[in-house]
Protein backbone atom coordinates (compact mmCIF):
# COMPACT_ATOMS: atom_id res chain seq x y z
CA UNK A 1 0.00 0.00 0.00
CA UNK A 2 2.70 2.49 1.07
CA UNK A 3 4.35 1.55 -2.61
CA UNK A 4 1.25 2.98 -4.16
CA UNK A 5 0.53 5.44 -2.71
CA UNK A 6 4.48 6.62 -3.46
CA UNK A 7 4.06 6.17 -6.39
CA UNK A 8 0.93 8.17 -6.91
CA UNK A 9 2.37 10.74 -4.44
CA UNK A 10 5.57 11.71 -6.29
CA UNK A 11 4.07 13.01 -9.93
CA UNK A 12 1.59 14.91 -8.55
CA UNK A 13 4.58 16.56 -6.15
CA UNK A 14 6.51 17.51 -9.22
CA UNK A 15 3.69 18.63 -10.89
CA UNK A 16 2.87 20.93 -8.15
CA UNK A 17 6.43 21.94 -8.02
CA UNK A 18 7.09 23.07 -11.38
CA UNK A 19 3.74 24.92 -11.23
CA UNK A 20 5.40 26.95 -7.94
CA UNK A 21 8.74 27.21 -10.17
CA UNK A 22 7.26 28.88 -12.92
CA UNK A 23 4.74 31.44 -11.06
CA UNK A 24 4.76 35.27 -12.15
CA UNK A 25 7.12 36.99 -9.53
CA UNK A 26 5.06 39.69 -7.56
CA UNK A 27 5.87 42.63 -8.99
CA UNK A 28 8.15 45.40 -7.41
CA UNK A 29 6.20 48.08 -5.54
CA UNK A 30 6.73 51.16 -6.85
CA UNK A 31 4.94 49.52 -10.05
CA UNK A 32 1.97 48.33 -8.04
CA UNK A 33 1.88 51.70 -6.21
CA UNK A 34 2.02 53.52 -9.18
CA UNK A 35 -0.91 51.57 -10.64
CA UNK A 36 -2.86 52.82 -7.50
CA UNK A 37 -1.85 56.04 -8.31
CA UNK A 38 -3.22 56.34 -11.30
CA UNK A 39 -6.34 54.91 -11.30
CA UNK A 40 -7.08 56.88 -8.29
CA UNK A 41 -6.27 59.97 -10.48
CA UNK A 42 -7.92 58.60 -13.77
CA UNK A 43 -11.51 58.23 -11.55
CA UNK A 44 -10.95 61.80 -10.32
CA UNK A 45 -13.11 64.15 -12.69
CA UNK A 46 -11.20 67.21 -11.51
CA UNK A 47 -7.95 65.18 -12.83
CA UNK A 48 -9.47 64.16 -16.45
CA UNK A 49 -11.00 67.79 -16.68
CA UNK A 50 -7.89 70.04 -15.90
CA UNK A 51 -4.90 68.12 -16.52
CA UNK A 52 -5.65 65.57 -19.63
CA UNK A 53 -2.34 65.86 -20.91
CA UNK A 54 -0.17 64.95 -17.86
CA UNK A 55 -2.42 62.02 -17.12
CA UNK A 56 -2.07 61.03 -20.79
CA UNK A 57 1.66 61.02 -20.36
CA UNK A 58 1.39 59.13 -17.12
CA UNK A 59 -0.74 56.29 -18.61
CA UNK A 60 2.34 56.01 -21.58
CA UNK A 61 5.17 55.54 -19.05
CA UNK A 62 2.60 52.67 -17.10
CA UNK A 63 2.21 50.94 -19.85
CA UNK A 64 5.55 50.89 -20.58
CA UNK A 65 6.54 49.58 -17.25
CA UNK A 66 3.96 46.73 -17.04
CA UNK A 67 4.78 46.07 -20.59
CA UNK A 68 8.65 45.20 -19.62
CA UNK A 69 7.82 43.37 -16.52
CA UNK A 70 5.55 41.26 -18.59
CA UNK A 71 8.62 40.29 -20.92
CA UNK A 72 11.58 40.45 -18.47
CA UNK A 73 10.54 41.08 -14.03
CA UNK A 74 14.26 41.73 -13.62
CA UNK A 75 14.45 44.68 -15.99
CA UNK A 76 15.64 47.52 -14.21
CA UNK A 77 13.64 49.89 -16.57
CA UNK A 78 10.64 48.21 -14.86
CA UNK A 79 10.96 50.75 -11.99
CA UNK A 80 12.31 53.50 -13.58
CA UNK A 81 8.64 53.87 -16.15
CA UNK A 82 7.38 53.22 -12.85
CA UNK A 83 8.74 56.21 -10.98
CA UNK A 84 7.63 58.34 -13.88
CA UNK A 85 4.44 57.37 -14.27
CA UNK A 86 3.91 58.01 -10.54
CA UNK A 87 5.87 61.15 -10.45
CA UNK A 88 3.54 62.46 -13.12
CA UNK A 89 0.13 61.35 -11.78
CA UNK A 90 1.67 63.76 -8.75
CA UNK A 91 2.24 66.39 -11.16
CA UNK A 92 -0.83 66.03 -13.44
CA UNK A 93 -2.70 66.11 -9.19
CA UNK A 94 -0.83 69.60 -8.62
CA UNK A 95 -1.65 71.10 -11.72
CA UNK A 96 -5.33 70.12 -11.55
CA UNK A 97 -5.61 71.37 -7.97
CA UNK A 98 -3.89 74.71 -8.98
CA UNK A 99 -6.28 74.96 -11.70
CA UNK A 100 -9.44 74.44 -9.51
CA UNK A 101 -7.79 76.77 -7.02
CA UNK A 102 -8.22 79.73 -9.87
CA UNK A 103 -11.65 78.92 -11.01
CA UNK A 104 -12.88 79.26 -7.71
CA UNK A 105 -10.88 82.48 -6.73
CA UNK A 106 -12.09 83.91 -9.77
CA UNK A 107 -15.80 82.79 -8.83
CA UNK A 108 -15.27 84.02 -4.85
CA UNK A 109 -13.24 87.06 -5.11
CA UNK A 110 -14.16 89.36 -2.41
CA UNK A 111 -10.71 91.16 -1.35
CA UNK A 112 -8.40 93.02 -3.41
CA UNK A 113 -5.63 91.90 -1.57
CA UNK A 114 -6.62 88.37 -0.65
CA UNK A 115 -6.99 87.70 -4.86
CA UNK A 116 -3.46 89.08 -5.01
CA UNK A 117 -1.87 87.63 -2.54
CA UNK A 118 -3.57 84.01 -3.74
CA UNK A 119 -2.24 85.02 -7.43
CA UNK A 120 1.13 85.05 -5.97
CA UNK A 121 1.14 81.41 -4.42
CA UNK A 122 -0.26 80.07 -7.61
CA UNK A 123 2.81 81.85 -9.39
CA UNK A 124 5.08 80.33 -6.83
CA UNK A 125 3.21 76.84 -7.29
CA UNK A 126 3.09 77.08 -11.04
CA UNK A 127 6.47 78.36 -11.50
CA UNK A 128 7.71 74.97 -9.25
CA UNK A 129 5.82 72.81 -11.27
CA UNK A 130 6.93 73.96 -14.40
CA UNK A 131 10.77 73.76 -13.23
CA UNK A 132 9.98 69.98 -12.32
CA UNK A 133 8.81 69.63 -16.23
CA UNK A 134 11.99 71.20 -17.33
CA UNK A 135 14.10 69.05 -15.03
CA UNK A 136 11.85 66.34 -16.09
CA UNK A 137 12.38 66.99 -20.05
CA UNK A 138 15.87 67.56 -19.54
CA UNK A 139 16.33 63.85 -18.23
CA UNK A 140 14.49 62.42 -20.90
CA UNK A 141 15.85 64.55 -23.55
CA UNK A 142 18.14 61.69 -24.97
CA UNK A 143 15.84 58.85 -24.28
CA UNK A 144 13.01 60.48 -26.37
CA UNK A 145 15.37 61.45 -29.33
CA UNK A 146 15.08 57.95 -30.15
CA UNK A 147 11.30 57.29 -29.83
CA UNK A 148 10.49 60.30 -32.29
CA UNK A 149 9.68 58.63 -35.35
CA UNK A 150 7.16 56.61 -33.51
CA UNK A 151 5.75 59.95 -32.02
CA UNK A 152 5.43 60.75 -35.65
CA UNK A 153 3.84 58.09 -36.64
CA UNK A 154 1.16 58.22 -33.35
CA UNK A 155 0.36 61.72 -34.92
CA UNK A 156 -0.24 59.96 -38.20
CA UNK A 157 1.50 63.37 -39.85
CA UNK A 158 2.74 63.44 -43.80
CA UNK A 159 5.98 64.52 -44.57
CA UNK A 160 5.42 67.52 -46.76
CA UNK A 161 7.64 69.93 -47.99
CA UNK A 162 5.79 72.54 -45.67
CA UNK A 163 6.40 69.98 -42.51
CA UNK A 164 4.76 67.31 -40.87
CA UNK A 165 1.39 67.84 -41.64
CA UNK A 166 -1.84 66.79 -39.41
CA UNK A 167 -5.32 66.34 -40.97
CA UNK A 168 -8.15 66.11 -38.23
CA UNK A 169 -11.20 66.15 -39.85
CA UNK A 170 -15.01 67.41 -38.43
CA UNK A 171 -14.26 64.99 -35.14
CA UNK A 172 -12.70 68.16 -33.46
CA UNK A 173 -15.98 70.16 -33.68
CA UNK A 174 -20.12 69.47 -33.79
CA UNK A 175 -21.35 71.03 -37.07
CA UNK A 176 -21.76 74.69 -37.37
CA UNK A 177 -20.03 74.88 -33.67
CA UNK A 178 -16.20 76.08 -32.99
CA UNK A 179 -15.64 74.91 -29.31
CA UNK A 180 -13.70 71.70 -29.22
CA UNK A 181 -15.58 68.28 -28.57
CA UNK A 182 -14.80 66.81 -25.14
CA UNK A 183 -12.98 63.58 -26.74
CA UNK A 184 -10.78 66.18 -28.86
CA UNK A 185 -8.46 66.74 -25.74
CA UNK A 186 -7.46 62.95 -26.31
CA UNK A 187 -6.35 63.71 -30.04
CA UNK A 188 -4.56 67.10 -29.52
CA UNK A 189 -3.07 65.91 -25.91
CA UNK A 190 -0.43 63.84 -28.48
CA UNK A 191 0.18 66.95 -30.34
CA UNK A 192 1.14 68.77 -26.91
CA UNK A 193 3.44 65.85 -26.03
CA UNK A 194 5.03 66.07 -29.12
CA UNK A 195 5.61 69.73 -28.76
CA UNK A 196 6.83 69.51 -25.39
CA UNK A 197 9.62 67.63 -26.57
CA UNK A 198 10.63 69.15 -29.62
CA UNK A 199 10.90 72.86 -28.77
CA UNK A 200 12.42 74.29 -31.70
CA UNK A 201 9.07 73.49 -33.43
CA UNK A 202 6.37 75.74 -34.39
CA UNK A 203 2.81 75.39 -35.82
CA UNK A 204 0.17 76.56 -38.16
CA UNK A 205 -3.07 75.84 -36.86
CA UNK A 206 -5.84 76.31 -40.56
CA UNK A 207 -8.94 75.87 -40.46
CA UNK A 208 -11.05 74.53 -43.63
CA UNK A 209 -15.04 74.37 -44.50
CA UNK A 210 -17.09 72.99 -46.93
CA UNK A 211 -19.03 75.23 -49.54
CA UNK A 212 -22.96 75.70 -47.34
CA UNK A 213 -23.48 78.94 -46.08
CA UNK A 214 -21.94 82.15 -47.42
CA UNK A 215 -17.87 82.88 -47.54
CA UNK A 216 -17.66 85.30 -45.23
CA UNK A 217 -19.56 83.08 -42.19
CA UNK A 218 -17.19 80.37 -43.36
CA UNK A 219 -14.22 82.13 -43.30
CA UNK A 220 -15.52 83.22 -39.73
CA UNK A 221 -15.85 79.80 -38.49
CA UNK A 222 -12.60 78.00 -40.11
CA UNK A 223 -11.04 81.07 -37.96
CA UNK A 224 -12.62 80.32 -34.30
CA UNK A 225 -11.85 76.69 -35.18
CA UNK A 226 -8.24 77.23 -35.50
CA UNK A 227 -8.28 79.42 -32.62
CA UNK A 228 -9.92 77.33 -30.50
CA UNK A 229 -7.17 74.69 -31.48
CA UNK A 230 -4.54 76.92 -30.15
CA UNK A 231 -6.00 78.14 -27.01
CA UNK A 232 -6.04 74.44 -25.70
CA UNK A 233 -2.35 73.94 -26.89
CA UNK A 234 -1.29 77.42 -24.83
CA UNK A 235 -3.53 76.37 -21.92
CA UNK A 236 -1.63 72.97 -21.96
CA UNK A 237 1.78 75.15 -21.64
CA UNK A 238 2.89 75.50 -25.58
CA UNK A 239 4.16 79.00 -25.97
CA UNK A 240 2.01 81.57 -27.64
CA UNK A 241 5.12 82.48 -30.09
CA UNK A 242 5.03 79.00 -31.43
CA UNK A 243 1.25 78.80 -33.24
CA UNK A 244 -0.43 80.92 -35.44
CA UNK A 245 -3.86 80.26 -35.95
CA UNK A 246 -5.60 81.00 -39.60
CA UNK A 247 -9.10 80.30 -41.20
CA UNK A 248 -9.27 79.79 -44.61
CA UNK A 249 -13.24 78.99 -45.15
CA UNK A 250 -14.02 77.40 -48.65
CA UNK A 251 -10.98 78.24 -50.41
CA UNK A 252 -9.01 75.67 -50.00
CA UNK A 253 -11.25 72.14 -50.74
CA UNK A 254 -9.27 68.98 -50.50
CA UNK A 255 -12.66 67.16 -52.55
CA UNK A 256 -15.51 68.39 -54.11
CA UNK A 257 -18.57 70.03 -52.27
CA UNK A 258 -21.17 68.49 -54.56
CA UNK A 259 -21.86 66.07 -52.63
CA UNK A 260 -21.94 64.57 -48.79
CA UNK A 261 -18.74 62.55 -48.75
CA UNK A 262 -16.78 65.60 -50.47
CA UNK A 263 -18.09 68.26 -48.46
CA UNK A 264 -16.93 66.05 -44.90
CA UNK A 265 -12.86 65.90 -46.05
CA UNK A 266 -13.41 69.88 -46.83
CA UNK A 267 -14.63 70.62 -42.80
CA UNK A 268 -11.68 69.91 -41.51
CA UNK A 269 -8.32 71.76 -39.26
CA UNK A 270 -4.75 71.17 -40.39
CA UNK A 271 -1.81 71.72 -38.40
CA UNK A 272 1.59 72.15 -40.17
CA UNK A 273 4.56 71.06 -37.44
CA UNK A 274 7.43 73.49 -39.19
CA UNK A 275 10.42 72.45 -39.85
CA UNK A 276 13.25 72.78 -36.30
CA UNK A 277 13.94 76.41 -36.11
CA UNK A 278 11.17 78.07 -38.02
CA UNK A 279 9.05 80.51 -37.07
CA UNK A 280 5.02 80.41 -37.05
CA UNK A 281 4.86 84.40 -37.49
CA UNK A 282 7.31 84.08 -40.30
CA UNK A 283 5.29 82.32 -42.41
CA UNK A 284 3.69 83.82 -45.50
Known amino acids: MQRIMKRHFLP????????????????????????????????DPAVNENAPVELYEAKKDLDRAQSLFSEDSEDPEVEHRAF?????????????AQRVAEAEAKALARDRDRVVLEARERQVDL???EAERAREREREAARRAADLE????????????????????????????????????????????????????DVLIEGHTDSVGSADYNRSL????????????VDSGISPSRSVARGFGEA???????????RQRNRRVEIVILDPGERAFDQP
Do not use: M, W
Open 127 to 129: ARI
Open 150 to 201: QEIEELQAKKTDRGLVITLGDVLFDFNRADLKAGARTNLSRLVTFLREQEDR
Open 252 to 262: RPVASNDNDAG
Open 84 to 96: LAQHRVEIARQLA
Open 12 to 43: VFFVVFGLLACATPDPPRVLVDAEHSYRAAAG
Open 222 to 233: SQRRAEAVRLFL
